[in-house]
């Protein structure tokens, strides 16, 4: 994935591809560019130089600070679902996953039709992958960052066109090899090996390095164990032909999980009760909590409706109660003088409606770092995020708004809900800003009149502007500045208007009018 940490910032801001943005770790002489966009390539950034020099060639470039420690959680659960494709992986540098797949290319329709299933997972998860098949993993590496493919013959002659640098020796030797005229595996693999091994020795091992690429040497994988989930199991010693068989043994695996959840200090998330009919097909029921819950009573009454509707058709003989996702819940006190924060009746009361509704008729609001108004909230499921329950819409980013000079405050309305120093919000968003026209007295100063879906609108009293910049990590440079007004009409009505540019900005025409909001 030679593009992991640039594709993952980009997927998670939102960001623009033309944006020159080069991600920066600290060097020893100041920062150095850990990552750069296909723009920033362009304009001569490349990973490993210092960010001094890739300014003085364009001082444009946005450097922002990379996130090492996100990459490498990436990584990690970018393992475990690479598990789909081989019971062995294990991450390869910072960048890389080495899959052991003998014996399961025939699963797939071959390894051309592997390779292409693995080429569309991860294009799918906006991830770009440079992917090699080799008999060996040294070769397989060497491959993936040289040249990607199959090696479905000899393995030294496809090895011998590429450079020294694709054995992953350490730079100093390289160099060396180099100034030898050793530049490519083939030219290496002529050499006599006594003359090698004399010549490199301990890190610098070239003959070990070429043992490994060609199979002389083994280098096994060595996967890291997975923990099973928790999880409590009955055998019947008949079939149970009867609709209450499943609900019967739930009520005997509920009290045998929970003491597994216990012992292990977790509280799960996601469950799922699964039945095993005689014929080898199996049934499965799951439900999942809002926060990681362990009281049996809570988690019977979830499963009670997923029991009681899984078919036994010729007859169970077995049942597991798996907690497919689990965290961390340890003991806990919710209070000590006060009433409990209701926090957990709360939650109870979403797992109940998401089992009865579905998890997508259940949803909450959900934040977005973003001071543009339609960016700051939408919506998400209910069983995300437990913690954004109590708390408010965020802050917009420092700098990204303005008072508007000369501001006028004719009137004080009733308090509606404050947020920051800027104008009140509306309590009513509309999904998406709607055309308005507008007349004014100046193309600078206060509105008069709107019209607004076929009705005309005379403006009673105004206030503002409150004045909100785009976002130039995310928006084009052509992005133009917003001036929010809060309005009355001589019915009554309130509206949160706002007029996009501005005169003589050099980013368009005549500046257009939206109405984004209402009040009450």
């Given at each position: 994935?030679?593009?992991?940490p640039?594709e993952r910032?980009a997927k998670d801001?939102?960001?623009?591809a033309?944006?020159p943005?080069?991600?920066?770790?600290?060097g020893?002489h100041g920062?150095?560019?850990?990552?750069?966009t296909?723009a920033?390539?362009d304009?001569?950034a490349y990973p490993?130089?210092?960010l001094?020099d890739?300014?003085a060639?364009?001082?444009?470039?946005i450097?922002?600070?990379?996130d090492p420690?996100?990459?490498?959680i990436l990584?990690?659960?970018?393992?475990?679902?690479?598990?789909?494709?081989?019971?062995?992986?294990?991450?390869?540098g910072?960048?890389?996953?080495?899959?052991d797949?003998?014996?399961v290319?025939?699963?797939?329709?071959?390894?051309?039709?592997?390779a292409?299933d693995?080429?569309?997972?991860f294009?799918?998860?906006?991830l770009?992958?440079?992917?090699?098949?080799a008999p060996?993993a040294?070769?397989?590496?060497?491959?993936?960052?040289h040249?990607p493919?199959i090696?479905d013959d000899?393995?030294?002659a496809?090895?011998?066109?590429?450079h020294v640098a694709a054995l992953r020796?350490?730079?100093g030797t390289?160099?060396t090899?180099e100034r030898?005229?050793?530049?490519t595996?083939g030219?290496?693999?002529?050499?006599?090996?006594?003359?090698?091994?004399?010549r490199f020795?301990g890190?610098?091992?070239?003959?070990?390095a070429?043992d490994?690429?060609?199979?002389r040497k083994?280098?096994?994988?060595?996967?890291a164990?997975a923990?099973?989930?928790?999880h409590?199991?009955?055998r019947?010693e008949?079939?149970?032909?009867?609709?209450?068989?499943?609900?019967?043994?739930?009520?005997r695996?509920i009290?045998?999980?929970v003491?597994e959840?216990e012992?292990?200090?977790?509280?799960a998330?996601?469950?799922?009760?699964i039945?095993?009919?005689v014929?080898g097909?199996?049934?499965v029921?799951s439900?999942a909590?809002?926060?990681p819950?362990r009281?049996p009573k809570?988690l019977?009454r979830?499963?009670?409706?997923k029991?009681a509707?899984?078919?036994?058709?010729?007859?169970?003989d077995a049942?597991?109660l798996?907690?497919?996702?689990a965290?961390d819940?340890?003991a806990?006190q919710?209070?000590?003088?006060?009433?409990p924060s209701?926090?957990?009746?709360?939650?109870?009361?979403?797992?109940?409606?998401?089992?009865k509704?579905?998890?997508?008729?259940v949803?909450r609001?959900k934040?977005h770092?973003s001071?543009?108004?339609?960016?700051?909230?939408g919506?998400m499921?209910a069983?995300i995020?437990?913690s954004l329950l109590?708390?408010?819409?965020?802050e917009p980013?420092?700098?990204?708004?303005?008072?508007g000079?000369?501001?006028?405050?004719?009137?004080s309305?009733t308090?509606?809900p404050?947020r920051?120093e800027?104008?009140?919000r509306?309590?009513?968003?509309?999904?998406?800003?709607?055309a308005?026209?507008v007349i004014?007295a100046?193309?600078?100063g206060m509105p008069r009149r709107?019209?607004?879906?076929?009705?005309?609108?005379?403006i009673l009293r105004v206030?503002g502007?409150?004045?909100?910049?785009?976002?130039?990590?995310?928006?084009?440079s052509?992005?133009r500045?917003r001036d929010?007004y809060?309005?009355?009409?001589?019915?009554?009505?309130?509206?949160?208007i706002?007029r996009e540019g501005?005169?003589?900005?050099g980013r368009?025409?005549?500046?257009?009018?939206?109405?984004h909001g209402l009040?009450?």
């Amino acid at each position: 994935m030679p593009h992991l940490p640039i594709e993952r910032w980009a997927k998670d801001a939102g960001s623009p591809a033309d944006n020159p943005v080069v991600l920066t770790v600290e060097g020893a002489h100041g920062p150095v560019i850990h990552a750069v966009t296909k723009a920033a390539a362009d304009r001569g950034a490349y990973p490993g130089a210092r960010l001094t020099d890739a300014r003085a060639l364009d001082p444009a470039l946005i450097a922002l600070p990379a996130d090492p420690e996100g990459d490498t959680i990436l990584m990690e659960r970018l393992t475990r679902w690479a598990g789909r494709w081989s019971p062995l992986v294990e991450i390869d540098g910072f960048d890389a996953l080495r899959l052991d797949i003998s014996g399961v290319g025939h699963l797939f329709g071959g390894e051309q039709h592997l390779a292409k299933d693995i080429q569309r997972r991860f294009a799918a998860l906006g991830l770009t992958v440079r992917i090699a098949i080799a008999p060996t993993a040294a070769a397989a590496w060497a491959m993936a960052h040289h040249d990607p493919g199959i090696c479905d013959d000899d393995i030294e002659a496809r090895l011998a066109s590429l450079h020294v640098a694709a054995l992953r020796l350490d730079p100093g030797t390289v160099r060396t090899l180099e100034r030898l005229g050793l530049k490519t595996i083939g030219s290496l693999i002529e050499v006599p090996r006594l003359a090698l091994s004399r010549r490199f020795r301990g890190a610098e091992d070239v003959v070990e390095a070429l043992d490994r690429a060609l199979g002389r040497k083994a280098e096994p994988l060595t996967a890291a164990p997975a923990e099973s989930p928790p999880h409590a199991a009955l055998r019947l010693e008949e079939p149970a032909t009867h609709p209450e068989a499943a609900s019967q043994a739930l009520e005997r695996l509920i009290p045998a999980l929970v003491r597994e959840l216990e012992q292990r200090h977790l509280g799960a998330r996601r469950l799922s009760l699964i039945g095993y009919r005689v014929d080898g097909s199996v049934a499965v029921g799951s439900v999942a909590t809002a926060i990681p819950s362990r009281e049996p009573k809570h988690l019977q009454r979830l499963l009670a409706d997923k029991a009681a509707a899984l078919n036994p058709e010729f007859g169970f003989d077995a049942f597991v109660l798996q907690a497919n996702w689990a965290e961390d819940l340890g003991a806990a006190q919710e209070s000590l003088v006060e009433e409990p924060s209701g926090e957990r009746e709360l939650a109870r009361l979403v797992d109940r409606l998401t089992v009865k509704l579905g998890p997508h008729a259940v949803r909450r609001p959900k934040r977005h770092e973003s001071h543009l108004p339609e960016r700051a909230s939408g919506w998400m499921s209910a069983l995300i995020s437990p913690s954004l329950l109590h708390e408010g819409r965020k802050e917009p980013r420092s700098g990204g708004r303005e008072r508007g000079r000369g501001a006028k405050r004719p009137f004080s309305p009733t308090p509606l809900p404050q947020r920051g120093e800027g104008l009140d919000r509306p309590q009513r968003l509309l999904d998406r800003p709607e055309a308005i026209d507008v007349i004014y007295a100046t193309p600078e100063g206060m509105p008069r009149r709107f019209m607004w879906r076929r009705a005309v609108h005379d403006i009673l009293r105004v206030e503002g502007p409150e004045r909100i910049a785009p976002e130039w990590w995310r928006q084009p440079s052509s992005s133009r500045l917003r001036d929010y007004y809060r309005v009355e009409d001589q019915a009554g009505r309130r509206y949160w208007i706002y007029r996009e540019g501005i005169v003589g900005d050099g980013r368009g025409g005549a500046p257009s009018w939206f109405i984004h909001g209402l009040f009450g």
